[in-house]
């Protein structure tokens, strides 16, 4: 491991403009990815910002009946919590899904959103990545490309997001909440926080350098059946292959989100007009490139699919 100089923060403005000012600064809270990556040298940060003395770990409820999760809140406590259980049932089946639970004891809402792809060429320092060094090429497009990306990729990285929260939190219309170096804030759409990868794969969201994530804002429950189902080569510990989250409404309006096959969670809300899971399919996954190790996720994708609208209608 690379020497690096650390601090802790008191302030979130404050860690903002230290971590603008730095271009090799990095925020650290659970550290779950991140010194995996350090480990690995794939990241080699100078200096590291320590938020988990912030007071960002709490759940609250708004006036209109939505909920605020700090980004800090750890993923256990967030899938334990009574009103995300109730309210936010998809949020908390996502949750439970992914990792180990001694990684969801340390892994954090803000950290979880911010993970880096799981690709294994990303992975080898001795294998071309555009994503880990930009314009070196991309050695999973010949390579072993079984687990990756189908829909939203570029000639140039098929990498997946490795989230299963981030797909809960696309289908419930979540919203992030930052604060810049220069002490402004801002909310940003799960929608547009995250980069299709197009020729410049390495930047992964819209975050500004040094923006630091506070929170992130759930708007009022939708209400009705909450299902998510995540397909995977073992029982645990397991990053998706095809994961799947629905909401079916009482009034029976849908929302469908996809996870493991593209580089951010997927939702189209075009799809969702449909009730067949053949067509909703078809829409979600409309221009798909897929390779010869990878063309089975799209079957995939429709029959889980039309397994969980049929738990989620019966």
């Known amino acids: 491991m690379k020497a690096f100089t650390y601090e802790r923060a008191t302030d979130p403005a404050a860690a903002a403009a230290q971590a603008a000012r730095n271009p090799g600064a990095r925020f650290i809270a659970g550290g779950t990815n991140l010194l995996d990556l350090m480990k690995l040298q794939i990241e080699a940060p100078v200096h590291l910002i320590d938020v988990n003395g912030l007071a960002l770990d709490r759940v ?3 006036p209109d009946g939505g909920l605020r999760i700090g980004a800090l809140v ?3 406590d967030l899938a334990a919590h009574p009103r995300v259980r109730r309210d936010y049932a998809l949020l908390s089946r996502a949750l439970l899904a992914g990792a180990s639970a001694q990684l969801r004891n340390r892994a954090t809402t803000a950290g979880n959103l911010l993970q880096r792809t799981r690709c294994p060429y990303f992975y080898d320092p001795q294998q071309a990545c555009n994503k880990r060094l930009p314009g070196s090429g991309c050695a999973a497009m010949g390579g072993f490309n079984r687990n990756l990306a189908v829909v939203g990729a570029s000639e140039h990285c098929i990498a997946t997001h490795p989230s299963d929260m981030a797909v809960a939190m696309r289908a419930l219309d979540a919203q992030v909440e930052t604060v810049r170096g220069d002490g402004h804030t801002r909310k940003i759409a799960l929608a ?4 299709a990868p197009g020729e410049t794969p390495q930047q992964e969201t819209v975050l500004e350098r040094g923006e630091l994530i506070t929170g992130v804002v759930l ?3 939708l209400g009705g059946r909450h299902v998510y189902h995540k397909v995977r080569d073992r029982a645990s510990y397991a990053f998706a292959i095809v994961s799947v989250g629905v909401v ?3 009034d029976g309006a849908l929302r469908v989100a996809l996870g493991g096959v593209a580089p951010q969670p997927w939702r189209v809300e ?3 007009q449909g009730r067949d899971a053949r067509r909703i399919a078809a829409r979600l996954l409309d221009g798909a490139r897929t390779t010869p190790q990878n063309a089975f ?3 995939l994708v429709e ?4 397994a969980v609208l049929d738990e989620a209608r019966a």
């Open 297 to 299: 996720k799209l079957p």
């Open 303 to 306: 029959r889980t699919l039309a």
């Open 192 to 195: 547009q926080f995250y980069r």
């Open 60 to 62: 609250e409820d708004l």
């Open 74 to 76: 750890r993923n256990a």
């Open 248 to 250: 079916v409404r009482e």
């Open 270 to 272: 075009a799809a969702e």
């Open 219 to 221: 708007p009022p429950p």
